[in-house]
């Protein structure tokens, strides 16, 4: 089907204003923050921005019978080209599909619509003395929807885990348009093990399944206080022992994050009024609770980390706490400030290691940094072993392009040889999907399975998530 004539089919679906064609607008939905889509353009065949389920299944129906690719997009922040039509097609923008649809209190869930933002989900629960505890950095811009698709996690992911603890049920139009509600008709019990648990299925999923129209999630009572300790270390393998120290204490914070040297310097280039101290390693772990137990944790994690660390501040003073998290909060844009023509570029940027192999992972990606020629800031989650890697390059330069690209590969290879993945809360996309015959072997073969026994025409977000065809998985 031509260009002109499938804007013409879609158009009997949505009202012309909902349905993109001209050639800026598609241009807009071309890229998202991946490395990848700096230097390849995906620009899809049109554009749609659907409001309701019926509209959707109408469209799944028409490319399903004509074979045109669909790609369900929401704030577009992810890293992995995701939400990209790498193969042309239809994209569904579901990002002004943004409706919080009712807040049950009593059972403590939420019923939401797609595009609703994370943080507005969230100032929305405040009023009702409830948050949805995954707390990814993107929380500005990252949709619910997104979430979902991804199985995000971030900041706070020790204590409350990723998205999947928290989707009790979805609605998701399938690729021929036939609509479905997982987690049970109507169900409102937080507990069911009734059938195959079919929302698991498609949490993660990246849209290669079908859509998710709507999401049933389970949310918490907001903690009533929180503190913050800053633990500052001269050797670097002392901040990830200081974690296990702290976990066989008993403790379990709500957040562990990792900062190293070149993080460190980035930050204080970046915004020298926060002043970190120069170090090896900084460790921030957030508690959360009641006041009570606030503050004996807090105490006990600062007596700990004492033991390795150079200097320990333990905080509750909401200003203060600000003051020990700005740094963490910045370094993601501070870290291109390391060089004057540079961009940090966010590619490799998202491996996961188990806890015993994380100071191995931080100083063999401090080698690869040298053997590359290319500036590397390391930060993360810690505490799960979730480490993000910021390349910072040149991006003009086509040498340094390529040496990015050399060490982009080698540290997804690495992951894996440390018996880890190549991403821990990102996303595999178009980026990494040359490695998951490499991580998961023949259960790769039953992923595409399962794509083929639900998509049968290969329409819902082709050329993502599963191993590329004729790809063997070596490592």
């Not at 704030?75 to 994209?91: D, F, K, N, P, Q």
């Not at 290691?353 to 080698?367: A, D, H, Q, W």
């Not at 990015?404 to 999907?433: F, P």
Request: overall charge negative; some cysteine; hydrophobic content about 40%.
């Amino acid at each position: 089907m031509d260009k002109a004539r499938l804007g013409a089919e879609l158009k009997k679906i949505f009202p012309a204003e909902r349905v993109l064609t001209g050639n800026l607008e598609l241009k807009l939905y071309s890229y998202d923050s991946s490395f990848m889509a700096r230097f390849q353009s995906f620009v899809p065949d049109a554009v749609v921005l659907p409001q309701s389920t019926e509209e959707v299944s109408a469209v799944l129906r028409l490319a399903c019978a004509h074979s045109i690719p669909v790609v369900p997009r929401g704030a577009g922040s992810g890293e992995t080209c995701g939400c990209l039509a790498t193969r042309g097609g239809i994209v569904l923008d579901l990002s002004a599909w943004d409706t919080i649809e009712e807040v049950d209190t009593e059972n403590m869930q939420v019923f939401v619509r797609p595009g609703v933002v994370h943080y507005k989900l969230n100032e929305h629960l405040a009023g009702h003395g409830l948050f949805f505890p995954p707390d990814p950095g993107s929380t500005r811009m990252c949709t619910i929807g997104g979430m979902v698709a991804n199985n995000s996690s971030g900041l706070r992911a020790v204590k409350y885990g990723a998205t999947e603890q928290y989707v009790l049920g979805l609605e998701v139009v399938l690729p021929d348009g036939q609509v479905i509600n997982t987690g049970g008709v109507g169900c409102r019990a937080l507990k069911n093990v009734s059938g195959l648990n079919l929302t698991k299925l498609f949490v993660g999923s990246e849209g290669i399944l079908g859509v998710i129209t709507k999401v049933r999630l389970r949310v918490w009572p907001r903690p009533k206080a929180r503190g913050i300790a800053m633990a500052v270390f001269s050797e670097l393998d002392q901040a990830p022992a200081t974690v296990l120290d702290v976990y066989q204490s008993g403790i379990l914070p709500s957040g562990i994050e990792i900062l190293d040297s070149s993080a460190i310097q980035a930050i204080n280039l970046y915004k020298p009024e926060i002043n970190l101290p120069a170090a090896e390693a900084i460790l921030i772990f957030e508690v959360d609770g009641n006041p009570a137990s606030v503050e004996w944790e807090g105490r006990q994690i600062a007596e700990i980390a004492g033991r390795r660390a150079a200097s320990v501040e333990w905080a509750t003073n909401p200003q203060r706490m600000a003051d020990l998290w700005r740094g963490r909060s910045v370094v993601a844009i501070a870290a291109a400030r390391l060089r004057a023509d540079g961009s940090r570029i966010f590619a490799g940027e998202d491996i996961s290691v188990p806890l015993n192999r994380v100071t191995e992972s931080l100083r063999r990606i401090k080698e690869l940094s040298r053997q590359f020629g290319v500036t590397v800031v390391n930060y993360g989650h810690i505490g799960d072993g979730n480490i993000h890697t910021a390349p910072v390059i040149n991006l003009e330069s086509p040498e340094e392009v390529a040496s990015a690209n050399g060490l982009v590969d080698a540290i997804h290879r690495l992951a894996i040889e440390l018996g880890g993945s190549t991403t821990g809360e990102h996303g595999v996309g178009a980026v990494r999907n040359q490695y998951t015959l490499a991580e998961h072997g023949e259960a790769a073969t039953i992923m595409k399975r399962v794509k083929k026994a639900l998509d049968p025409c290969n329409i819902m977000n082709p050329g993502k998530l599963l191993a590329p065809e004729g790809d063997q998985g070596s490592v």
